[in-house]
């Protein structure tokens, strides 16, 4: 249809330019050996009528043959196949935080669609040394040390725990991280912060020893999605 309204609009503007041009149409047929259109087109508007067909039948059929000729629409794409599964997993990782700084924990999880986890942070405030023994009377006193975790969402939220260890040096705390309501969490960052590493101190406030951070290890488990489909 769009072929045919076109050979109507151009091929009429095209014979009226050529009238007010005063262009010689039938020397053109001439000339490229096509008498034969002029002849008919000379016999009347029955003529014209069969020039005009015969143009809007041959431009039809060169289409057919360079674009193919269209058919009816293929069937719909089936429906996709499976389901989304929860998997669960676990990894672990260790490192260390100076105190007042913060360092991003990378546990090798790329590649997967995470959509939630458990965090568990645990540290021994066991390195500061004291003094050997009768240097003094009373032993100083290693002050606790406080970390925390802290991840930042891909939609921009942040959660966050802390805590401090007991008088026996172990520390932990705990973080679970809840699916959210659309997407995943897998661009998240964990990080791992030392608010305050306390000093080895003794008697009248004197310290005996200075405490620069922690090491500590990080416990993850972790839920994510596959991508199952039914068995053929």
Known sequence: MLTICCIILYGGLLYYVAIAQKWDLAQWFHRFKLSFVVTIWQKGPEGRLMVIAGTIA??????????????????????????????DGSTSMTGYTAEGQGEVATPNLQGLNLVAANLTLTWNDNDVTGPGP???????????????????????????????????????????????IDGNITDWEIVVECTEAGDLVGRFGRVWAVDVGNAWDLEIEYTYMVWVEPEQ
């Open 134 to 180: 009768g240097v003094t009377p009373i032993a100083p006193v290693n002050e606790p040390d406080t970390l925390g975790l802290i991840v930042n969402l891909p939609d921009g939220s942040q959660i966050s725990v802390g805590g401090t260890n007991s008088g026996s040096g172990e520390g932990s705390v705990s973080l679970q991280v809840p699916q959210p």
């Open 58 to 87: 041959l431009l039809i059929i060169i289409e057919a043959l360079i674009v193919g000729i269209g058919g009816a629409p293929g069937p719909p794409e089936p429906p996709l196949q499976g389901e989304w599964v929860p998997m």
